[in-house]
Each structure stands twice: as C-alpha cells, then as structure tokens.
C-alpha cells in the first residue's frame, strides 16, 4: 500500500513561514514555540513540530523539576559514589555489587494510562521499565509494582484493580520474570489517578555494561523488535493536517498494546548482542518513541545523524510522519551497528525471528537530519530536543492551609476522643486494623503473580523486602524495598519523603541486606499549582538531603506530574526503592517466626513516642493532620547496621520492620507469616516510654524493629545493642503451642481470629 | 432457543499480538495465502422465548458497555441466530 502526504519539508517551511501550526494542541506553550523557531532560524516542520512538542513535554524534559533534581547529583559524597558505575541521567544507574557483578534498577510511573485502560497501563509499564533495564546491558530478573488505588469500596476501583493486577501478572509472568514484591494503598485521594509504579532489576556482569550513545561516524542505526504502530500518540492527530485522505483508521490517539512474547525474544536478542559485542549503542523506545531514541543516542554520541523515515517497518501503513516520529509502540530497540558488524548483527536477528530496519548512520555533523523520501524533513540539533529543553523556576510557597492542617492532631480532634483502652477494646482494635484495606493481607494481589519463576527468589511479598540472587555459585543477592507514606507526605513534604527513604532503607536492613542504592518515583499533582510545586520542591529537598545522611545515592528515577483531577491534586507521593546487596541470599531474615523458633526472645529494637498523627489507627478514624512522626536518620542508619550485623553473625531468625499500623502490626503480621503464636507484654515499653497501651499498639514512631532471637544469642545480641547504645526491650517469646497472639495482662487473639480479620478483605472485595 | 450472537474485534489501530502470532504461524503450516490476522471474540446470549427489539437493544448495550471493552474493542455485529 503506498500513501501520499503532503510532506512538509524543510525547503517548505523555508518558504512557507506563515502556515499555522498546531503547536497549543501539542501541548506546546507559546514562549516554547518562539524558542523553537529561535533555535531553527525559520518555522518547524511538521514532523520537527511533532519532535520537540513531545521531547519538551514534562515527560520527558522534566522541565518543572530539572531544577530542583540537580540536587540528587549534588549532595553526594565521594562514599557514596563508590560503587556507582553508572549514575543519573542514563536510562537506569548501575552499581557495582563485587565478584565482577553489578546490578542495574529503576522505579519508573505508568499512571495515567493505566487509568484510561488498566490491563494494558499496567503491563506496558512493566514492559517499559524491563527495556530500560535491558538497554544498560543488564538481563532483568525481578520486578516490583507499588500501586496506589481509589477507595477500596468505589465502584470504579473494581475496573482499575481489576485491570492493573491482571495486567501486571499477565505481562510480568509472560516474561518469566518473578514479581518480588511492592505495595497497595488505597485512598479516596487516588480515585481518578490511580499510581501504577513499576520497578525493574538486572544483573550484569561489569564488561557487559552498554550506554545509549551513537558514536563512530559511518555507524549503521537500526530500528529492531516490534514494528511501528499509532499506539499512544497523542496530540499527533492535529498533524492530520498532513495526510491527503481521511481515510485513516478509527480516531486517535490509540492505547499502547503489549506483547509480552515479543519482548521477552527481544530480552534474550539484546542479550546475545551484548554477548557478541555486536553494539555501539542502544536505547529502548518509550515515551516519544524515535524522536527520543534518534535525538537521545545522536547528542550522546558524535553529534550527529542521519535517518530515512520510509526505512521504519509499519504496523499501520496510514501513519504520517510525524506520527511515526511520536509512536509509542512497545517492544523496541533501536541500536547503532559497526559497518563490519552489520551482517553478525542480521543474523542474531534471524536466529530469534526479530524485524528490523535500516534506518541511517551516525554523523558529526551535529545535525540529526530526518528524510522521507530522500526529501529533508527534520533537520535539528539533536541537543536542542533531547537537552536543551525549557527549564522553568516554577513559583513554589508553603500552602496558606498548611498550618491548620498541622495544628488539627488526631489526639485534639473528635476522632482522637474514647480511645481503646481496655484489653477487649484494644484486641478488636487491632483486628480491625489487620482487616482495613491498607493492612490487610493482599495474597490476591501478589498470588496473580509469579513470585518464585526463575529459582533464584529467596523473599518476595509478603516479606519486608524481595530478595534476589544473581549469582547462583556464590549465593551473591539483592534486596529492594519500595515505600511511600502520602498522608505523612501530605501533612509535612521534606519530612514525608524522608520517612518514604527511611521505610525503605530500614525494609532493606531488615533483610540482612546493606543498602547500596536509591531509585524514586516522584508522584505529585500539578507543577503550575504553586502549593503542589512546594510540596516537590520540599519532597526533593528531604529526599536528597536524606540520601546523603544515610549514604545512599539516587541511581536514577522518574517523576510523574498533574496526578490531579479538576485542582484536586493526590497527596504528594515520593515511591522511595532502596536496593541492597546481600552477599549471600541464604543468610536473608524473613519477616516472621517459623514453628522451630518455639521460645525464641522477641525484641523491640527503638523507643516509641506518642506519634498517632497521619497513622493508619488515625486513618481508620478519618483523620488525617497533625505532623507525621519525627524522623531520625541517625537512628535509622544505626538501626541498620544492627539489622545487617545481627543477620550476618545469626543472631536473629526474623525481623519485621515497625511502619504503618505500629507494633500491633508488626505483632500480627509476624505472627501470621507463618502461623507462630507468641506471648508478650508491653509493661516494660509503656513504663520506659511514658505511653499508654494504646499508644504502645498504635503509634508510628520510626526507626523501630521486631525481632527473634534464639536463646543462645540474647547475650550476644544485647552486648552488640548495648555497646552501640541501641535502645531494646525484650517483649516475650514466640510461643509454637498457644496458636495465639497474647498481650500479657490486656487480650489473647487466636491465629485463627487474626487470619480471618487480616485474609477476608480482598476477597471480600475482589475475590 | 434462539441466540443473539455479538461479535467484538480489537480496534483496527490496536496491537493484536495474538493474531500476530497466528500470521506468523499460518506459513509455517503451509497456508500461504494469508496476508494478515485479526482475532477477536464472540459471544452468544441465549433468550427463552422471542427475541423482541427490547431485548435485542439490551444486547446491544451489554454489548457496547460489558462485552466489549470501548476503550480498544469495538462491537462489529450483533444478529439473532435461531435454531
């Protein structure tokens, strides 16, 4: 089939300098479109027009938070830039992880198409993330999902659950690829924009590590994988303009449609690439499709290149250029080749019956030049799309409701009145506590997924953080843990997304593993709004300054802006994933006690405060004000290495970290891990503390942790503690014969009770 | 009994990797004759008694609102089949 355009060359628009162009309906904003004609000397093309309105959306320039990112680039330490290999501003950060291994991750956003359509949002995020991970060389071997959704009850969060969940197990498990972990929140606030988070991980071994640069003038580019369709473009049907006919199929712009088969013969072609050295370099193509991946791999490399559009095998023979330049087709790559690989590189392409294209060779001209036909239709700087974006000082200030809302604690409000204080009224607090939708056990979710496929998963979901191993002679491993708290966030921004670091970093701890890593995934409402810009501005802020107090770099991340609907933004939600290494994945600590730990000591490592604001108790009373709880970075880091150290020399069978829901929590979710009673009392925290059962139970102090100690390491255990001046009281005994929790001297819950409080809630809604 | 017979096919400009997938099956069996592949879904609502305009429109809608999912289907036929 051939199809006639009206191509809108560059000779053209030379001699046409006032034709209209749609550049509002792009997106585009006046000041940009004069920037863009001041950069070309003339007006854009149509398909240049497509190029910089999708490359200079907030998207990809991060051009409301550019300004305020530098800061995870700034505030490092030669420490923490150790084991970096690859840092920020690559399509994910490497770290070395010894023996010649490194591991590559990213935590990246897939929100707002996974609201228009959840099946495909959701698994094309994983997609997304997993060629991410491919493109530094890695091979993946786990993926995570933190989700956030609407109310639990609403009747619209049945589609999105529904959709998102399925769509995750479909594409992850397609791909082999076990889902080791995550989160699920549900709140009002998320109803019309749901958070769908994805985090990809892969191992490499150092040699193998490739960037996405077109270097080598006379290097061969080349498009490869699925071919070229009118998925996800958006605004690109104002271009229409273009087209001769009208004939084109039904309206755009189209949801992006993944192939799981196709991407998973893409991984193991990448792969064999790499192995055989026969690339340059590589980029995957997501959002901005071949306009970020020409503009990308030519400002990278020498500066230059040369691309002929009519090369790029169609799906869709109707789509105009401009729309072949904006596609978001899945499951692409494209690659620069050495001349004299050129025929190597064809046949790993027939081996895994891959397509692909031609399309040009680099240059130094520092000129991308684009034809169609022979006829010259984009010719640019590629640093002008892919770089120098605009960049905007957003106007930021404390919101003027900011005060109020810290001043309304829960303990001050009606909520906080006739607080549980009897033994009968704590027990049926905690149950309902295990029983509310955040807390409640989400087995529906993460049974929809492999967790295991591979072999090599030592923990996944339930447990504080999935573990990995990557090397299989050795036992060498990885933890990561993703963690984010919006009400904290909402209530107190720097301190909020300092808590999300501090959850993360202790998750990982609680493994055995030692935190080497940061990946995050900012999630806010509308930059233009100057009280959402704060709560960023501030989020960065806390987020980096967090990093370096607990030494921990940024490897890279993602930021997902105008999560809002009408001027109702989410609460800020900074998806904090801390990734640690193990040296060993057999020595990881599982999140509770197994049957044979029958008399084992339970310790509360960390001191509780009376910290109810913004807790989930509070939550269950619909309140949210007050300050979250305090943060101590400090005693995060050294509780840490506790953590670590304990797990290392086997002084403790499991540890829990103490997070939402507090001590009752913890308690219950130890217990329930394996179905292990225990006896214990809160005497000893309340006198020491000056708190109250209640507060005991449910308070959210941070930088606290369950743990189980055989009898043989007590001593041991609590010389290391106190040596190190670590505060930690000794709460009672996992107890294999009761089948109960029992809170000395307040109320007994059987196992049995709890599991059917923490199990009956998913199904109840989604089964 | 007669039966209201819907069928649903992905939206022409969605990725149908399933039909992919048999496109690229075809020639490997030998039939060569094949130059593209769409799959999609039928459905058959059974009726006790007549089918009448009211029910037919109730298969419509179910149609267009359940059966098919708008965003990437489209409903492409709804007729009565009857025994």
């Not at chain 1, 030669?78 to 690859?86: G, N, R």
């Not at chain 1, 709140?187 to 990809?200: F, T, W």
């Not at chain 1, 800020?572 to 801390?578: D, F, K, L, N, R």
Request: net charge negative; with cysteine.
């Amino acid at each position: 089939m051939t199809q006639e355009f009206n191509i809108d060359t560059v000779e053209n628009a030379e001699g046409t300098p006032d034709v209209e162009l749609p550049w509002a309906e792009l997106g585009l904003k006046q000041n940009e479109f004069d920037e863009i004609v001041k950069i070309l000397g003339r007006r854009p093309t149509a398909a240049e027009l497509a190029m910089y309105s999708v490359m200079w959306s907030e998207h990809c320039s991060y051009k409301s938070t550019k300004n305020h990112l530098r800061q995870f680039g700034q505030k490092v330490t030669e420490e923490m830039k150790k084991d970096l290999m690859v840092g920020i501003g690559e399509n994910a950060g490497v770290t070395d992880l010894g023996d010649g291994w490194a591991v590559t991750f990213k935590i990246e956003s897939h929100n707002s198409p996974s609201f228009v359509e959840p099946y495909q949002g959701a698994a094309t995020g994983i997609g997304g993330i997993v060629r991410d991970i491919i493109s530094m060389g890695a091979r993946p071997i786990a993926v995570m999902d933190p989700l956030r959704f609407g109310a639990i009850d609403h009747e619209d969060s049945q589609r999105v659950v529904h959709g998102v969940v399925s769509g995750i197990g479909g594409y992850g498990n397609s791909l082999g690829l076990p889902n080791i972990g995550g989160e699920t929140v549900f709140d009002p606030i998320y109803q019309g924009n749901p958070l769908v988070n994805a985090l990809a991980v892969g191992a490499l071994r150092h040699e193998d590590l490739r960037l996405a640069n077109a270097s080598g003038v006379g290097n061969k580019v080349v498009l490869f994988g699925a071919r070229t369709g009118g998925d996800g473009i958006g605004g690109a049907s104002v271009l229409a303009s273009e087209s001769f006919d009208d004939t084109k199929p039904s309206k755009r712009p189209a949801v992006q449609v993944g192939d799981p088969f196709s991407e998973k013969v893409l991984i193991e072609c990448c792969l064999e690439l790499f192995k055989s050295s026969l690339v340059e370099g590589i980029q995957d193509l997501g959002a901005a499709g071949i306009s970020c991946a020409t503009s990308e791999l030519a400002s990278n490399g020498e500066g230059g290149m040369q691309v002929e559009l009519t090369d790029v095998l169609l799906r869709d023979p109707t789509l105009t250029p401009g729309e072949i330049l904006m596609s978001e087709s899945q499951e692409r790559m494209m690659a620069v080749v050495t001349p004299a690989n050129v025929a190597a590189f064809e046949a790993v392409m027939d081996k895994y019956g891959v397509e692909y294209s031609w399309l040009g060779e680099v240059t130094d001209t520092n000129r991308l030049i684009i034809t169609w036909k022979g006829e010259v239709i984009v010719d640019v700087d590629p640093k002008t799309v892919a770089h120098d974006g605009p960049v905007y000082d957003r106007p930021y200030a404390r919101p003027e409701w900011q005060d109020a809302l810290q001043a309304d604690t829960f303990r001050s409000s009606a909520a906080g009145a006739n607080l549980p204080s009897t033994g009968e009224e704590l027990k049926s607090a905690v149950l309902e506590l295990i029983a509310s939708p955040n807390m409640c056990d989400k087995s529906w979710i993460t049974r929809q997924y492999d967790r295991y496929v591979g072999g090599n998963t030592a923990l996944a979901a339930p447990d504080d953080a999935g573990v990995v191993r990557v090397d299989e002679e050795t036992g060498l491993g990885v933890a990561i843990a993703t963690d984010a708290n919006g009400r904290y966030t909402y209530l107190d921004p720097y301190v909020g997304a300092q808590l999300a670091l501090a959850e993360s970093y202790r998750n990982v701890a609680t493994s055995g593993a030692i935190p080497a890593a940061v990946s995050d995934c900012l999630n806010y409402g509308s930059p233009e709004d100057s009280d959402v810009m704060w709560q960023l501005a501030e989020g960065i802020r806390g987020l980096s300054d967090a990093c370096m107090e607990l030494g921990v770099p940024v490897t890279g991340g993602n930021v997902s802006l105008y999560n809002q609907t009408g001027d109702k933004a989410i609460h800020p939600t900074p998806v904090v994933a801390t990734l640690g290494k193990l040296d060993d994945v057999a020595r990881r600590t599982p999140s509770g006690w197994r049957p044979e730990a029958d008399g084992q000591a339970i310790y509360l490592i960390g001191t509780t405060k009376d910290e109810l604001d913004g807790s989930e108790f509070a939550n269950l009373r619909g309140h949210l004000g007050g300050l979250p709880p305090q943060v101590d970075l400090a005693a995060e880091k050294a509780l840490g290495a506790i953590l670590i150290n304990a797990s290392r020399d086997g002084m403790v069978d499991a540890a829990h970290d103490l997070s939402e829901g507090g001590l009752a929590a913890a308690l219950s979710e130890m217990v329930l891990r394996y179905g292990v009673g225990a006896r214990v009392a809160l005497d000893e925290i309340c006198q020491r503390d000056g708190i109250d059962a209640f507060t005991a139970l449910f308070s959210e102090s941070q930088a606290r942790a369950l743990v189980a100690v055989p009898r043989s390491e007590e001593v041991r255990f609590n010389d290391m503690t106190s040596a190190r001046g670590i505060t930690v009281a000794r709460l009672g005994v996992v107890d294999a014969q009761s089948g109960a929790l029992e809170v000395q001297g307040l109320f007994t819950a059987s196992v049995d009770e709890l599991r059917e409080a923490n199990e009956g809630t998913m199904e109840k809604y989604f089964g | 009994m007669p039966r209201i017979v819907v069928d649903v096919m992905l939206k022409p400009e969605i990725l149908d990797p399933q039909g992919k997938a048999i496109a690229g099956a075809l020639p490997r069996l030998g039939f060569n004759a094949f130059e593209a592949v769409r799959q999609g879904k039928r459905f058959e609502l059974s009726v006790d008694g007549e089918v009448t305009e009211e029910i037919l429109a109730q298969a419509r809608e179910a149609a267009e609102t359940m059966l098919s999912n708008p965003v990437i289907e489209d409903v492409v036929n709804v007729e009565v089949i009857d025994d």
